[in-house]
């Protein structure tokens, strides 16, 4: 489980509080594939629900603060920019 704000800057809500994340996975080929596994582990929620319980989205690096990973002293690599 990871503070949203831990992946990127912009991953909070309007009021500025960050959220709590839970990241998997699982080898899912699609969000298709995520919607069908979230419908049949959890079918006692509503449509609504499940779309508040599982989002699928596709990671991408957090383009936006470089500086800030290095000056934690993380080796920052990402694909098409120089390691910093």
Not at 14 to 20: I, L, Q
Not at 62 to 84: I, S
């Amino acid at each position: 489980m990871l503070l949203s704000t831990d992946f990127g800057r912009r991953s909070a809500a309007a009021d500025g509080d960050p959220y709590w994340v839970t990241l998997v996975e699982a080898g899912f080929g699609s969000s298709d594939d995520v919607d069908a596994w979230c419908a049949s582990a959890y079918p006692e929620l509503s449509a609504e629900q499940l779309a508040n319980t599982c989002v699928p989205r596709t990671l991408t690096e957090p383009h936006d603060d470089r500086e800030a990973w290095t000056a934690a002293g993380w080796t920052y690599r990402a694909l098409g920019r120089r390691a910093g």
